[in-house]
Protein backbone atom coordinates (compact mmCIF):
# COMPACT_ATOMS: atom_id res chain seq x y z
CA UNK A 1 0.00 0.00 0.00
CA UNK A 2 1.02 3.57 -0.90
CA UNK A 3 2.77 5.61 1.98
CA UNK A 4 0.03 8.25 2.38
CA UNK A 5 1.24 11.73 2.47
CA UNK A 6 0.19 14.99 4.05
CA UNK A 7 -1.36 18.04 2.83
CA UNK A 8 1.69 19.81 3.54
CA UNK A 9 4.27 17.46 1.80
CA UNK A 10 1.61 17.88 -1.43
CA UNK A 11 1.78 21.51 -0.94
CA UNK A 12 5.54 21.68 -0.51
CA UNK A 13 6.14 19.35 -3.76
CA UNK A 14 3.54 21.47 -5.87
CA UNK A 15 5.10 25.04 -4.92
CA UNK A 16 8.82 23.34 -5.18
CA UNK A 17 7.93 22.52 -8.58
CA UNK A 18 6.08 25.40 -9.81
CA UNK A 19 8.71 27.87 -8.21
CA UNK A 20 11.51 25.84 -10.02
CA UNK A 21 9.42 26.47 -13.53
CA UNK A 22 8.95 29.58 -13.09
CA UNK A 23 12.77 30.33 -12.24
CA UNK A 24 14.31 28.93 -14.65
CA UNK A 25 11.61 30.55 -17.35
CA UNK A 26 12.75 33.57 -15.81
CA UNK A 27 16.32 33.02 -15.89
CA UNK A 28 15.58 32.31 -19.55
CA UNK A 29 14.25 35.29 -20.23
CA UNK A 30 16.84 37.20 -18.32
CA UNK A 31 19.44 35.19 -20.29
CA UNK A 32 17.52 36.18 -23.41
CA UNK A 33 17.76 40.15 -22.08
CA UNK A 34 21.59 39.73 -22.00
CA UNK A 35 21.74 39.90 -18.11
CA UNK A 36 22.72 36.55 -17.81
CA UNK A 37 27.12 36.23 -18.21
CA UNK A 38 27.55 32.58 -19.28
CA UNK A 39 25.19 29.92 -20.12
CA UNK A 40 22.31 28.38 -18.25
CA UNK A 41 21.47 24.94 -18.24
CA UNK A 42 17.75 24.13 -17.70
CA UNK A 43 15.90 21.34 -15.70
CA UNK A 44 12.15 22.11 -16.87
CA UNK A 45 10.12 18.99 -17.11
CA UNK A 46 12.68 17.55 -14.91
CA UNK A 47 11.54 19.31 -11.54
CA UNK A 48 9.88 16.15 -9.77
CA UNK A 49 13.41 14.72 -9.67
CA UNK A 50 15.51 17.36 -7.00
CA UNK A 51 12.43 17.85 -5.48
CA UNK A 52 10.84 14.60 -5.15
CA UNK A 53 14.09 13.20 -3.64
CA UNK A 54 15.60 16.10 -1.65
CA UNK A 55 11.98 17.25 0.11
CA UNK A 56 12.46 13.75 2.11
CA UNK A 57 15.73 14.71 3.20
CA UNK A 58 16.40 16.52 6.54
CA UNK A 59 18.76 19.29 6.63
CA UNK A 60 22.37 17.71 8.08
CA UNK A 61 21.52 14.96 4.56
CA UNK A 62 24.34 16.40 2.26
CA UNK A 63 23.45 16.54 -1.50
CA UNK A 64 25.63 16.85 -4.95
CA UNK A 65 24.24 18.58 -7.31
CA UNK A 66 24.27 18.83 -11.24
CA UNK A 67 25.19 21.48 -13.47
CA UNK A 68 20.98 20.88 -14.11
CA UNK A 69 20.50 21.20 -10.64
CA UNK A 70 18.02 24.18 -9.61
CA UNK A 71 15.38 21.67 -9.06
CA UNK A 72 17.82 20.02 -6.68
CA UNK A 73 18.61 23.64 -5.07
CA UNK A 74 14.83 24.49 -4.57
CA UNK A 75 13.97 20.83 -3.38
CA UNK A 76 17.15 21.34 -0.63
CA UNK A 77 15.30 24.62 0.79
CA UNK A 78 17.94 27.34 -0.31
CA UNK A 79 17.14 30.84 -1.07
CA UNK A 80 15.55 31.62 -4.40
CA UNK A 81 17.13 35.22 -3.82
CA UNK A 82 20.59 34.05 -3.39
CA UNK A 83 20.13 32.14 -6.17
CA UNK A 84 18.92 34.06 -8.67
CA UNK A 85 21.97 36.69 -7.03
CA UNK A 86 24.42 33.81 -8.06
CA UNK A 87 23.00 33.79 -11.55
CA UNK A 88 23.57 37.55 -11.97
CA UNK A 89 27.11 36.98 -10.76
CA UNK A 90 26.45 39.32 -7.71
CA UNK A 91 28.47 39.31 -4.41
CA UNK A 92 25.44 38.33 -2.13
CA UNK A 93 24.65 35.38 -4.04
CA UNK A 94 25.72 31.80 -2.88
CA UNK A 95 29.37 31.81 -4.20
CA UNK A 96 29.52 35.64 -4.31
CA UNK A 97 29.65 35.30 -8.10
CA UNK A 98 32.50 33.17 -8.21
CA UNK A 99 31.00 30.14 -9.36
CA UNK A 100 27.35 30.83 -11.39
CA UNK A 101 24.72 28.64 -11.36
CA UNK A 102 26.75 25.58 -12.45
CA UNK A 103 28.40 25.64 -8.99
CA UNK A 104 26.03 26.63 -6.15
CA UNK A 105 26.35 25.23 -3.46
CA UNK A 106 24.66 26.09 0.02
CA UNK A 107 26.46 24.53 3.39
CA UNK A 108 24.25 25.52 5.60
CA UNK A 109 21.39 23.02 4.32
CA UNK A 110 23.77 20.49 3.46
CA UNK A 111 24.05 21.24 -0.33
CA UNK A 112 28.19 20.69 -1.20
CA UNK A 113 27.79 21.88 -4.39
CA UNK A 114 26.92 21.69 -8.10
CA UNK A 115 29.13 20.60 -10.59
CA UNK A 116 30.43 21.60 -13.79
CA UNK A 117 32.50 18.11 -14.62
CA UNK A 118 29.94 15.18 -15.66
CA UNK A 119 30.45 12.80 -12.98
CA UNK A 120 32.27 15.22 -10.48
CA UNK A 121 30.20 14.95 -7.81
CA UNK A 122 30.18 11.02 -7.44
CA UNK A 123 33.60 10.16 -5.55
CA UNK A 124 32.50 13.61 -3.48
CA UNK A 125 29.55 11.79 -2.38
CA UNK A 126 31.59 8.65 -1.17
CA UNK A 127 33.68 11.05 1.16
CA UNK A 128 30.76 12.74 2.45
CA UNK A 129 29.18 9.31 3.21
CA UNK A 130 32.74 8.37 4.80
CA UNK A 131 32.48 11.14 7.06
CA UNK A 132 28.74 10.41 7.86
CA UNK A 133 29.72 6.91 8.78
CA UNK A 134 32.69 7.72 10.69
CA UNK A 135 31.27 10.30 12.82
CA UNK A 136 28.37 7.96 13.42
CA UNK A 137 25.57 10.47 12.53
CA UNK A 138 22.28 8.37 10.85
CA UNK A 139 22.13 11.03 7.68
CA UNK A 140 22.66 10.00 4.28
CA UNK A 141 24.57 11.20 1.08
CA UNK A 142 22.56 11.97 -2.27
CA UNK A 143 24.42 12.35 -5.17
CA UNK A 144 22.62 13.36 -8.21
CA UNK A 145 23.73 12.92 -11.39
CA UNK A 146 22.92 12.66 -15.39
CA UNK A 147 22.65 9.36 -17.82
CA UNK A 148 25.63 10.64 -19.15
CA UNK A 149 27.76 10.39 -16.20
CA UNK A 150 27.50 7.02 -15.89
CA UNK A 151 29.43 6.40 -18.67
CA UNK A 152 32.36 8.34 -16.10
CA UNK A 153 35.26 6.13 -14.86
CA UNK A 154 34.34 7.90 -11.82
CA UNK A 155 30.86 6.47 -11.58
CA UNK A 156 32.18 3.05 -11.72
CA UNK A 157 34.99 3.44 -9.17
CA UNK A 158 32.72 5.36 -6.82
CA UNK A 159 30.12 2.60 -6.74
CA UNK A 160 32.54 0.44 -6.79
CA UNK A 161 34.07 2.20 -3.18
CA UNK A 162 30.68 3.05 -2.06
CA UNK A 163 29.39 -0.55 -1.73
CA UNK A 164 32.36 -2.34 -0.85
CA UNK A 165 32.47 0.32 2.15
CA UNK A 166 29.01 0.21 2.18
CA UNK A 167 28.35 3.84 2.93
CA UNK A 168 25.16 5.67 3.95
CA UNK A 169 24.85 7.35 -0.11
CA UNK A 170 21.81 7.35 -2.35
CA UNK A 171 22.86 7.40 -5.90
CA UNK A 172 20.36 9.40 -8.01
CA UNK A 173 20.26 9.05 -11.87
CA UNK A 174 18.20 11.43 -13.71
CA UNK A 175 18.00 10.02 -16.78
CA UNK A 176 16.91 12.12 -19.44
CA UNK A 177 17.82 10.09 -22.62
CA UNK A 178 20.58 12.78 -23.48
CA UNK A 179 23.86 13.40 -22.65
CA UNK A 180 23.86 16.92 -24.47
CA UNK A 181 22.67 15.62 -28.09
CA UNK A 182 23.72 11.75 -28.18
CA UNK A 183 20.81 9.53 -27.07
CA UNK A 184 21.60 7.21 -24.31
CA UNK A 185 21.20 4.26 -27.03
CA UNK A 186 24.13 5.52 -28.86
CA UNK A 187 26.13 5.70 -25.62
CA UNK A 188 25.48 2.28 -23.76
CA UNK A 189 23.78 -1.19 -24.62
CA UNK A 190 20.90 -1.17 -21.79
CA UNK A 191 18.09 0.84 -21.59
CA UNK A 192 17.34 0.68 -18.24
CA UNK A 193 20.48 2.56 -16.54
CA UNK A 194 19.59 0.73 -12.90
CA UNK A 195 21.23 -2.96 -14.28
CA UNK A 196 24.14 -1.33 -13.26
CA UNK A 197 23.91 -1.34 -9.68
CA UNK A 198 24.19 -5.34 -10.00
CA UNK A 199 28.10 -5.16 -10.89
CA UNK A 200 28.70 -3.27 -7.78
CA UNK A 201 26.48 -5.52 -5.76
CA UNK A 202 24.00 -2.84 -4.67
CA UNK A 203 20.16 -2.13 -5.33
CA UNK A 204 19.41 -0.70 -7.88
CA UNK A 205 15.73 0.54 -8.87
CA UNK A 206 14.14 2.73 -12.02
CA UNK A 207 11.64 4.88 -11.42
CA UNK A 208 8.79 7.07 -13.30
CA UNK A 209 11.07 10.47 -12.91
CA UNK A 210 8.41 12.67 -13.89
CA UNK A 211 5.73 11.29 -10.80
CA UNK A 212 6.93 13.08 -7.74
CA UNK A 213 4.97 11.12 -5.59
CA UNK A 214 6.33 8.05 -6.33
CA UNK A 215 10.05 9.63 -6.30
CA UNK A 216 8.92 11.13 -2.59
CA UNK A 217 7.86 7.72 -1.47
CA UNK A 218 10.68 5.84 -2.65
CA UNK A 219 13.41 8.06 -1.15
CA UNK A 220 11.70 7.63 1.68
CA UNK A 221 12.45 4.10 1.90
CA UNK A 222 15.40 4.37 -0.16
CA UNK A 223 17.22 6.65 2.92
CA UNK A 224 16.39 3.71 5.77
CA UNK A 225 17.87 1.57 3.26
CA UNK A 226 21.03 2.89 2.68
CA UNK A 227 21.52 3.56 6.55
CA UNK A 228 21.03 0.39 7.20
CA UNK A 229 22.31 -1.81 3.78
CA UNK A 230 24.79 0.76 2.06
CA UNK A 231 24.32 2.29 -1.27
CA UNK A 232 21.79 2.19 -3.79
CA UNK A 233 21.03 3.06 -7.35
CA UNK A 234 18.05 5.25 -7.76
CA UNK A 235 17.10 6.14 -11.66
CA UNK A 236 15.05 8.99 -12.44
CA UNK A 237 13.45 8.21 -15.73
CA UNK A 238 12.43 11.77 -16.90
CA UNK A 239 13.16 14.19 -20.19
CA UNK A 240 14.44 18.09 -20.47
CA UNK A 241 12.11 19.98 -22.38
CA UNK A 242 14.56 22.56 -23.18
CA UNK A 243 18.46 22.35 -25.03
CA UNK A 244 21.50 21.06 -23.43
CA UNK A 245 22.39 24.88 -22.75
CA UNK A 246 21.91 28.04 -24.26
CA UNK A 247 23.29 27.27 -27.14
CA UNK A 248 21.64 24.30 -28.23
CA UNK A 249 19.38 24.15 -31.43
CA UNK A 250 18.07 20.90 -31.21
CA UNK A 251 18.56 19.00 -34.23
CA UNK A 252 19.19 15.63 -32.75
CA UNK A 253 15.75 15.15 -32.02
CA UNK A 254 12.21 15.75 -32.87
CA UNK A 255 9.58 18.27 -32.22
CA UNK A 256 7.03 15.42 -31.77
CA UNK A 257 8.99 13.23 -29.13
CA UNK A 258 9.55 16.89 -27.23
CA UNK A 259 5.80 18.17 -27.26
CA UNK A 260 5.27 13.76 -26.34
CA UNK A 261 6.83 14.47 -23.04
CA UNK A 262 5.41 17.96 -22.38
CA UNK A 263 2.80 15.99 -22.04
CA UNK A 264 3.70 13.70 -19.30
CA UNK A 265 4.69 17.45 -17.57
CA UNK A 266 4.94 16.34 -13.52
CA UNK A 267 3.73 19.29 -12.08
CA UNK A 268 0.50 19.30 -14.55
CA UNK A 269 0.49 15.81 -13.24
CA UNK A 270 0.97 16.35 -10.30
CA UNK A 271 -1.60 19.34 -10.40
CA UNK A 272 -4.39 17.25 -11.36
CA UNK A 273 -3.87 14.76 -8.56
CA UNK A 274 -4.14 17.32 -6.09
CA UNK A 275 -7.78 18.21 -7.82
CA UNK A 276 -8.81 14.72 -7.97
CA UNK A 277 -8.13 13.64 -4.98
CA UNK A 278 -10.09 16.97 -3.29
CA UNK A 279 -6.59 17.79 -1.68
CA UNK A 280 -6.85 21.47 -3.07
CA UNK A 281 -9.01 23.76 -5.23
CA UNK A 282 -8.55 25.46 -8.64
CA UNK A 283 -8.26 28.19 -6.87
CA UNK A 284 -5.76 27.28 -3.89
CA UNK A 285 -3.02 26.11 -7.36
CA UNK A 286 -4.10 29.34 -8.06
CA UNK A 287 -2.43 31.14 -4.99
CA UNK A 288 -0.09 29.04 -5.07
CA UNK A 289 1.15 30.33 -9.03
CA UNK A 290 0.62 33.97 -7.83
CA UNK A 291 2.72 33.39 -4.92
CA UNK A 292 5.54 31.75 -6.50
CA UNK A 293 5.74 34.37 -9.40
CA UNK A 294 5.79 36.77 -6.48
CA UNK A 295 8.92 35.23 -4.96
CA UNK A 296 10.67 35.25 -8.32
CA UNK A 297 10.23 38.71 -8.75
CA UNK A 298 11.15 39.64 -5.30
CA UNK A 299 14.76 37.47 -5.99
CA UNK A 300 15.00 39.56 -8.99
CA UNK A 301 14.59 42.72 -7.57
CA UNK A 302 17.15 41.63 -5.20
CA UNK A 303 19.83 39.89 -7.63
CA UNK A 304 19.51 43.52 -9.71
CA UNK A 305 19.77 45.71 -6.51
CA UNK A 306 22.55 43.52 -5.13
CA UNK A 307 26.51 44.65 -6.00
CA UNK A 308 28.65 43.00 -8.42
CA UNK A 309 31.87 41.35 -6.44
CA UNK A 310 35.10 43.59 -6.11
CA UNK A 311 38.00 42.63 -7.86
CA UNK A 312 40.07 43.57 -4.55
CA UNK A 313 38.69 40.38 -2.98
CA UNK A 314 39.60 38.27 -5.46
CA UNK A 315 42.05 36.35 -3.40
CA UNK A 316 40.28 36.02 -0.52
CA UNK A 317 38.79 32.33 -1.22
CA UNK A 318 41.66 30.86 -3.57
CA UNK A 319 43.43 29.49 0.02
CA UNK A 320 41.34 29.00 3.47
CA UNK A 321 43.35 30.40 6.90
CA UNK B 1 70.05 13.96 18.24
CA UNK B 2 68.84 10.82 17.05
CA UNK B 3 69.49 9.40 13.21
CA UNK B 4 66.25 8.37 11.15
CA UNK B 5 65.30 7.63 8.05
CA UNK B 6 63.26 9.91 5.65
CA UNK B 7 60.43 7.24 5.53
CA UNK B 8 60.46 7.03 9.13
CA UNK B 9 60.34 10.47 9.61
CA UNK B 10 57.18 10.36 7.24
CA UNK B 11 55.74 7.61 9.02
CA UNK B 12 55.89 9.74 12.39
CA UNK B 13 54.75 12.97 11.18
CA UNK B 14 51.45 10.68 10.31
CA UNK B 15 51.43 8.73 13.20
CA UNK B 16 52.14 11.96 16.00
CA UNK B 17 49.43 14.10 13.90
CA UNK B 18 47.00 11.10 13.81
CA UNK B 19 47.43 9.90 17.63
CA UNK B 20 47.01 14.33 18.13
CA UNK B 21 43.68 14.51 16.07
CA UNK B 22 41.07 11.58 15.60
CA UNK B 23 39.42 13.57 12.66
CA UNK B 24 42.44 12.35 10.86
CA UNK B 25 41.95 9.03 8.67
CA UNK B 26 44.64 7.79 5.77
CA UNK B 27 43.50 6.31 2.59
CA UNK B 28 45.55 3.76 0.23
CA UNK B 29 45.88 1.34 -1.82
CA UNK B 30 48.19 -1.39 -0.01
CA UNK B 31 48.53 1.24 3.01
CA UNK B 32 47.41 -1.78 5.78
CA UNK B 33 49.09 -5.16 6.31
CA UNK B 34 51.50 -4.25 3.49
CA UNK B 35 52.82 -0.73 4.91
CA UNK B 36 52.20 1.01 1.08
CA UNK B 37 54.06 1.00 -2.07
CA UNK B 38 57.71 1.90 -0.36
CA UNK B 39 56.87 0.69 2.94
CA UNK B 40 56.09 3.99 4.64
CA UNK B 41 53.35 3.50 6.52
CA UNK B 42 54.31 -0.46 7.96
CA UNK B 43 53.09 -0.59 11.13
CA UNK B 44 50.19 2.26 11.34
CA UNK B 45 47.60 -0.37 10.95
CA UNK B 46 48.28 -1.86 14.78
CA UNK B 47 47.87 1.41 16.16
CA UNK B 48 45.23 3.13 14.34
CA UNK B 49 43.09 0.34 12.90
CA UNK B 50 41.62 -0.33 9.97
CA UNK B 51 38.79 2.43 10.81
CA UNK B 52 41.72 4.77 10.20
CA UNK B 53 44.19 3.09 7.99
CA UNK B 54 41.79 2.43 4.82
CA UNK B 55 43.23 0.03 2.21
CA UNK B 56 41.64 1.04 -0.97
CA UNK B 57 40.88 -0.63 -4.54
CA UNK B 58 43.06 0.63 -7.42
CA UNK B 59 40.85 3.42 -7.41
CA UNK B 60 42.82 6.93 -7.62
CA UNK B 61 39.92 8.82 -8.94
CA UNK B 62 37.66 8.42 -6.53
CA UNK B 63 40.10 7.70 -3.54
CA UNK B 64 41.53 11.12 -3.94
CA UNK B 65 37.37 12.63 -4.77
CA UNK B 66 36.51 10.64 -2.21
CA UNK B 67 39.24 12.18 -0.03
CA UNK B 68 37.85 15.76 -0.77
CA UNK B 69 34.70 14.91 -0.04
CA UNK B 70 35.59 13.45 3.75
CA UNK B 71 37.73 16.90 4.26
CA UNK B 72 35.01 18.96 3.42
CA UNK B 73 32.59 17.50 5.74
CA UNK B 74 34.70 17.90 8.71
CA UNK B 75 37.44 14.72 8.23
CA UNK B 76 41.12 15.75 7.60
CA UNK B 77 42.02 12.98 5.30
CA UNK B 78 45.43 12.11 4.01
CA UNK B 79 45.65 10.06 1.36
CA UNK B 80 48.85 7.92 -0.18
CA UNK B 81 48.78 7.60 -4.68
CA UNK B 82 51.80 4.74 -4.79
CA UNK B 83 53.67 6.39 -7.79
CA UNK B 84 53.63 10.63 -8.23
CA UNK B 85 52.98 9.28 -11.96
CA UNK B 86 49.14 8.32 -10.89
CA UNK B 87 48.15 10.96 -9.78
CA UNK B 88 47.36 11.48 -13.88
CA UNK B 89 44.35 9.12 -12.66
CA UNK B 90 43.26 11.12 -9.98
CA UNK B 91 43.83 15.01 -11.45
CA UNK B 92 40.24 15.34 -12.08
CA UNK B 93 39.28 15.14 -8.36
CA UNK B 94 42.51 17.46 -7.44
CA UNK B 95 42.10 19.80 -10.01
CA UNK B 96 38.31 20.74 -10.56
CA UNK B 97 37.12 19.43 -7.21
CA UNK B 98 39.55 19.85 -4.00
CA UNK B 99 41.53 22.89 -5.60
CA UNK B 100 38.38 25.06 -6.60
CA UNK B 101 36.04 24.43 -4.30
CA UNK B 102 36.50 26.52 -1.58
CA UNK B 103 36.82 29.52 -4.20
CA UNK B 104 33.74 28.61 -6.56
CA UNK B 105 31.56 28.01 -3.53
CA UNK B 106 32.32 31.73 -2.63
CA UNK B 107 34.42 30.49 0.66
CA UNK B 108 32.00 27.90 2.25
CA UNK B 109 34.30 25.03 1.49
CA UNK B 110 37.50 24.30 2.99
CA UNK B 111 39.82 20.55 1.65
CA UNK B 112 42.17 20.44 3.82
CA UNK B 113 43.82 17.51 2.60
CA UNK B 114 47.19 15.98 2.17
CA UNK B 115 47.86 13.82 -0.65
CA UNK B 116 51.30 12.17 -0.59
CA UNK B 117 52.59 10.78 -3.54
CA UNK B 118 56.81 9.76 -4.21
CA UNK B 119 58.42 10.72 -7.04
CA UNK B 120 61.41 11.04 -9.11
CA UNK B 121 63.39 8.44 -10.86
CA UNK B 122 66.76 6.52 -10.22
CA UNK B 123 64.70 2.94 -9.28
CA UNK B 124 64.50 1.26 -12.76
CA UNK B 125 61.10 2.31 -12.53
CA UNK B 126 60.87 3.64 -16.36
CA UNK B 127 58.64 5.50 -17.98
CA UNK B 128 55.13 5.17 -15.99
CA UNK B 129 56.54 5.18 -12.25
CA UNK B 130 59.44 7.73 -12.49
CA UNK B 131 58.17 10.85 -13.37
CA UNK B 132 58.45 14.70 -11.40
CA UNK B 133 55.30 15.89 -12.15
CA UNK B 134 55.43 18.38 -9.81
CA UNK B 135 54.79 21.40 -12.49
CA UNK B 136 51.21 20.05 -13.21
CA UNK B 137 50.25 20.95 -9.53
CA UNK B 138 52.13 24.25 -9.04
CA UNK B 139 49.84 25.50 -11.90
CA UNK B 140 46.89 24.98 -10.32
CA UNK B 141 45.84 27.60 -7.90
CA UNK B 142 44.22 25.98 -4.49
CA UNK B 143 46.79 23.65 -4.42
CA UNK B 144 49.89 23.84 -1.90
CA UNK B 145 52.60 21.64 -3.18
CA UNK B 146 55.75 20.55 -0.97
CA UNK B 147 58.83 18.63 -1.94
CA UNK B 148 61.03 17.58 1.12
CA UNK B 149 64.80 16.82 0.82
CA UNK B 150 65.74 15.35 4.68
CA UNK B 151 64.29 13.57 7.05
CA UNK B 152 63.32 16.43 9.36
CA UNK B 153 61.94 18.39 6.57
CA UNK B 154 59.92 15.71 5.51
CA UNK B 155 58.88 15.11 9.36
CA UNK B 156 58.27 19.24 10.43
CA UNK B 157 56.54 19.96 7.03
CA UNK B 158 53.91 16.93 6.53
CA UNK B 159 53.00 17.99 9.96
CA UNK B 160 52.48 21.56 8.78
CA UNK B 161 50.35 20.06 5.59
CA UNK B 162 48.14 18.15 7.58
CA UNK B 163 47.36 20.72 9.83
CA UNK B 164 47.02 23.26 6.79
CA UNK B 165 43.06 23.70 6.01
CA UNK B 166 44.00 23.57 2.37
CA UNK B 167 44.98 20.57 -0.31
CA UNK B 168 48.24 20.16 -0.13
CA UNK B 169 50.02 17.59 -2.81
CA UNK B 170 53.18 16.46 -0.61
CA UNK B 171 55.72 14.55 -3.16
CA UNK B 172 58.09 12.68 -1.56
CA UNK B 173 61.41 11.18 -3.22
CA UNK B 174 62.07 7.73 -3.77
CA UNK B 175 65.59 7.70 -3.66
CA UNK B 176 65.67 9.49 -0.28
CA UNK B 177 63.26 7.20 1.36
CA UNK B 178 66.31 5.11 2.64
CA UNK B 179 68.52 8.17 3.46
CA UNK B 180 68.91 9.38 7.98
CA UNK B 181 69.01 12.33 9.00
CA UNK B 182 69.20 14.58 12.41
CA UNK B 183 65.34 14.51 13.76
CA UNK B 184 64.47 15.64 17.61
CA UNK B 185 63.33 12.69 19.84
CA UNK B 186 59.45 12.02 19.84
CA UNK B 187 57.93 14.21 22.04
CA UNK B 188 60.24 17.06 20.96
CA UNK B 189 57.28 18.75 18.92
CA UNK B 190 58.10 20.91 15.84
CA UNK B 191 56.61 22.24 12.68
CA UNK B 192 57.87 23.94 9.33
CA UNK B 193 56.15 26.34 7.88
CA UNK B 194 54.80 25.79 4.75
CA UNK B 195 56.26 28.58 2.14
CA UNK B 196 59.66 28.70 3.64
CA UNK B 197 62.59 28.14 1.85
CA UNK B 198 66.04 26.38 3.67
CA UNK B 199 69.34 28.01 3.45
CA UNK B 200 70.84 24.16 3.49
CA UNK B 201 74.60 25.63 3.03
CA UNK B 202 75.42 28.97 3.43
CA UNK B 203 77.39 31.06 0.53
CA UNK B 204 78.55 33.60 -1.04
CA UNK B 205 79.80 33.53 -4.83
CA UNK B 206 76.93 31.13 -7.00
CA UNK B 207 73.90 30.05 -5.49
CA UNK B 208 71.78 26.86 -6.38
CA UNK B 209 68.04 26.98 -5.87
CA UNK B 210 66.89 23.47 -5.91
CA UNK B 211 64.64 20.83 -4.28
CA UNK B 212 63.90 17.41 -3.52
CA UNK B 213 66.27 14.79 -4.51
CA UNK B 214 68.93 17.20 -5.99
CA UNK B 215 69.34 19.02 -2.67
CA UNK B 216 72.20 16.80 -1.21
CA UNK B 217 73.23 16.07 -5.24
CA UNK B 218 73.61 20.04 -5.12
CA UNK B 219 75.65 19.83 -1.60
CA UNK B 220 77.61 17.54 -2.05
CA UNK B 221 79.11 19.15 -5.53
CA UNK B 222 78.98 22.54 -3.37
CA UNK B 223 81.59 20.62 -1.08
CA UNK B 224 83.69 19.88 -3.77
CA UNK B 225 83.88 23.35 -5.06
CA UNK B 226 84.60 25.02 -1.27
CA UNK B 227 88.10 23.20 -1.58
CA UNK B 228 88.47 25.10 -5.09
CA UNK B 229 87.57 28.23 -3.06
CA UNK B 230 84.43 28.63 -4.73
CA UNK B 231 81.45 29.55 -1.82
CA UNK B 232 78.03 27.80 -2.95
CA UNK B 233 75.28 28.52 -1.45
CA UNK B 234 72.37 25.53 -1.39
CA UNK B 235 68.74 26.93 -1.11
CA UNK B 236 66.10 24.55 -0.45
CA UNK B 237 62.76 25.62 -1.87
CA UNK B 238 61.20 22.80 0.20
CA UNK B 239 57.33 24.23 -0.54
CA UNK B 240 56.84 25.27 -4.03
CA UNK B 241 53.30 26.60 -3.46
CA UNK B 242 53.57 28.72 -2.07
CA UNK B 243 57.31 30.09 -3.04
CA UNK B 244 59.23 31.82 -0.47
CA UNK B 245 60.40 34.34 -2.92
CA UNK B 246 62.37 36.48 -0.31
CA UNK B 247 64.31 33.82 0.19
CA UNK B 248 65.35 33.08 -3.55
CA UNK B 249 65.81 37.02 -3.93
CA UNK B 250 67.99 37.87 -1.00
CA UNK B 251 70.47 34.77 -1.88
CA UNK B 252 70.57 35.72 -5.65
CA UNK B 253 71.22 39.48 -4.28
CA UNK B 254 73.91 38.60 -2.20
CA UNK B 255 75.62 36.03 -4.87
CA UNK B 256 74.83 37.48 -7.94
CA UNK B 257 74.82 34.12 -9.97
CA UNK B 258 71.99 31.36 -9.63
CA UNK B 259 71.93 28.27 -11.40
CA UNK B 260 68.23 26.37 -11.03
CA UNK B 261 68.30 22.73 -10.47
CA UNK B 262 66.09 19.85 -10.54
CA UNK B 263 65.00 16.65 -11.97
CA UNK B 264 61.82 17.43 -13.83
CA UNK B 265 61.98 18.18 -17.20
CA UNK B 266 63.36 21.25 -18.35
CA UNK B 267 60.19 22.16 -20.53
CA UNK B 268 57.42 24.30 -18.71
CA UNK B 269 59.35 22.61 -15.40
CA UNK B 270 58.83 24.73 -12.08
CA UNK B 271 62.67 26.14 -12.58
CA UNK B 272 61.51 28.07 -15.50
CA UNK B 273 59.22 29.96 -12.68
CA UNK B 274 62.15 30.02 -10.08
CA UNK B 275 64.48 31.78 -12.48
CA UNK B 276 61.87 34.09 -13.54
CA UNK B 277 61.02 35.39 -9.87
CA UNK B 278 64.72 35.70 -9.24
CA UNK B 279 65.35 37.66 -13.04
CA UNK B 280 61.84 40.06 -12.25
CA UNK B 281 62.97 41.18 -9.05
CA UNK B 282 64.94 43.53 -7.63
CA UNK B 283 67.69 40.83 -7.33
CA UNK B 284 68.17 41.66 -11.32
CA UNK B 285 70.84 44.77 -10.88
CA UNK B 286 72.82 42.67 -8.67
CA UNK B 287 73.07 39.37 -11.58
CA UNK B 288 76.24 39.68 -13.14
CA UNK B 289 75.69 36.07 -15.10
CA UNK B 290 72.64 34.84 -17.06
CA UNK B 291 70.52 32.92 -14.50
CA UNK B 292 71.06 29.27 -15.54
CA UNK B 293 68.65 26.05 -15.64
CA UNK B 294 70.25 22.28 -15.03
CA UNK B 295 67.17 20.08 -15.56
CA UNK B 296 66.13 16.40 -16.69
CA UNK B 297 66.54 16.44 -20.41
CA UNK B 298 62.55 16.57 -21.95
CA UNK B 299 62.42 12.87 -22.51
CA UNK B 300 60.38 10.31 -20.98
CA UNK B 301 62.34 8.61 -18.27
CA UNK B 302 64.10 5.21 -19.86
CA UNK B 303 64.51 2.30 -17.85
CA UNK B 304 67.88 0.82 -18.94
CA UNK B 305 69.88 2.52 -15.38
CA UNK B 306 72.81 4.40 -17.12
CA UNK B 307 70.84 6.12 -19.63
CA UNK B 308 68.66 6.71 -16.83
CA UNK B 309 71.22 8.28 -14.62
CA UNK B 310 72.33 10.32 -17.53
CA UNK B 311 69.09 12.29 -18.50
CA UNK B 312 69.03 13.66 -14.96
CA UNK B 313 71.49 16.31 -13.72
CA UNK B 314 74.29 14.81 -12.80
CA UNK B 315 77.34 15.84 -9.98
CA UNK B 316 79.43 15.80 -13.47
CA UNK B 317 76.78 18.37 -14.98
CA UNK B 318 76.27 20.72 -11.75
CA UNK B 319 80.18 21.01 -11.43
CA UNK B 320 79.97 22.00 -14.94
CA UNK B 321 77.21 24.64 -14.96
CA UNK B 322 78.85 26.10 -11.99
CA UNK B 323 81.95 26.44 -13.84
CA UNK B 324 79.97 28.01 -16.32
CA UNK B 325 78.65 30.52 -14.16
CA UNK B 326 82.00 31.27 -12.36
CA UNK B 327 84.11 31.76 -15.72
CA UNK B 328 81.00 33.99 -16.88
Request: aromatic share 8%; with cysteine.
Amino acid sequence: MNMILSKTIHKELYYKMILCRKFEENAAKMFNLGKIHGTTHLCIGEEATGIGVCSVLAKEDYILQTHRGHNQSIGKNMSIKRMMAEFLGKATGYCKGMGGSMHIADFSVGSLGANGIVGGGIPIATGAAFTQRYTKSDSITVCFFGDGATNEGAFHESLNLASVWKLPVLFVCTNNLYGMSTHISKSMNISDISLRATSYGIKGISLDGNDVLSIYRETVKAKEYVLKNGPMLMVLNTYRWTGHSKSDTQEYRTKKEVDEWKEKCPIKRHGEYLLSHMLFSKEDLELMHIQAEQEIRDAVTFAEDSPEPCIENILDDVYAE
Amino acid sequence: MREITYAQAVREAMSEEMRRNPNIVFFGEDIGVYGGGFGVSLGMLDEFGEDRIIDTPISELAITGCAAGAAMTGLRPIVEIMFSDFITLAMEPLVNQAAKNRFQFGGQASVPMVLRTPGGSGTGGAEQHSQSLEAWVCHVPGLKVVIPSTAYDAKGLLKAAIRDNNPVVFIEQKLLYCTKGVVPEVGDEYLIPLGKADVKRIGKDITIITYGRMVPRCLKVAGQFSKQGIDIEVVDVRTLVPLDKTCLIESAKKTGKVLVVHEACQTGGYGGEIASTVVDSEAFPYLTAPVKRLCGMDVPIPYNRYLEAQIVPTEDKIAEAVMQLQNY
